[in-house]
């Protein structure tokens, strides 16, 4: 269960690449989130998948600390919880509420669908099969396993987006391949660490719906939640490497962070003086367009 306050805040990179200057933005933001709240602040490495790197993830954590970052545990790796998940997913399955699936993301897609069927929500297809049915099918492809959900959708409450509605399906809780769902992990390793503060970017809010539903279920309060917006290139677009200098490395650490701190509004403050003045209320609700120097 989750403890009482104070809680803890996080920043939980995924080491595919290094981070860019919009993820650093996310991880100052996340890091005056917790602090101004009186809460710890964790780390956790999302390298559950496999194109994620040790060497990536220690460059993360050096560029991180030196913007001056700081953190209260050592940082967690998803990739050594792997019992964590395998005990819910099993608790989940003796309730009744996990079932195989035997579909490609092309038998989703072309699958019938309901008329008020939200889009992108699996169509339940493998949700009542017969168990000779499953036995056939089980011989064609590794089934993923989903949750039984009883909900379409869910309601979270968020610092900056108010009232936010989302899908709830049957969404994955492991992989055909047999890695635990990024859904599940979030929200089992947020309770695991008393993380009741979730800020990260806004291309994550319409997944907060289905993790909060699944935390509910597994018993937990939900935590308060922040998406805050991407850093987007010039063109509109998700910034990335090719957008040019996007990197510590490449800008610089003070040229970096004086421009986090220029996005947010006071372009010459330190850390200290950005905590002494933060206001969620007063954090810019539009994309900041980062145009490389
Ligand atoms: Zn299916």
């Known amino acids: 269960m989750t403890p009482a306050a104070p809680g803890a805040g996080r920043f939980a990179p ?4 290094d981070l860019h200057i919009g993820n650093l933005r996310t991880a100052v933001l996340a890091w005056l989130f917790a602090r101004s709240t009186g809460r710890r602040f964790l780390m956790r490495i999302e390298d559950l998948d496999e194109r994620t790197h040790d060497d990536v993830a220690s460059r993360q954590l ?18 050594r919880q792997r019992i964590r998940y395998d005990t819910v997913i099993d608790d989940l399955a003796r309730r009744g509420l996990v079932y195989e699936c035997y579909c490609s993301r092309r038998d989703i ?19 009542e099969l017969t168990e000779d049915q ?4 089980r ?8 949750l039984r959900a009883d909900a379409t959708e869910h309601t979270v409450t968020d610092l900056l987006h108010g009232s936010y509605t989302g899908v709830v399906d049957d969404f994955v809780l492991r992989r055909g391949d047999g890695v635990p769902a990024y859904n599940l992990a979030v929200v089992v390793d947020d309770a695991a660490a008393g993380i009741d503060q979730v800020v990260r970017g806004d291309d994550l809010l ?7 539903y699944l935390a509910r279920l597994l018993g937990h309060d939900q935590p308060v939640y922040a998406h805050v917006p991407l850093v987007l290139n010039a063109e509109g677009k998700r910034l990335a490497k ?10 610089g650490t003070s040229r970096a962070f004086a421009l986090i701190t220029g996005s947010l509004g ?28």
Do not use: M, N
Request: net charge negative; with cysteine; proline share 14%.
């Open 206 to 212: 319409s997944s907060s719906p289905r993790q909060a």
């Open 109 to 127: 897609l072309s699958a019938p669908r309901a008329p008020h069927a939200p889009e992108g929500a699996y169509p339940g297809t493998c949700r």
């Open 62 to 79: 050096a560029d991180l600390a030196a913007i001056g970052l700081d953190w209260d545990a050592e940082p967690e790796w998803q990739s």
């Open 139 to 146: 011989e064609s492809r590794p089934p993923a396993l989903r």
């Open 14 to 17: 995924s080491p595919s690449a």
């Open 266 to 293: 006071w372009p010459s403050a330190d850390l200290a003086e950005l905590l002494a003045r933060f206001d969620p209320a007063r954090l810019p609700r539009e994309p900041w367009i980062y145009q490389p120097v």
């Open 242 to 251: 090719r957008d040019g200098a996007v990197t510590l490395a490449e800008l």
């Open 134 to 137: 499953r036995a056939v099918r």
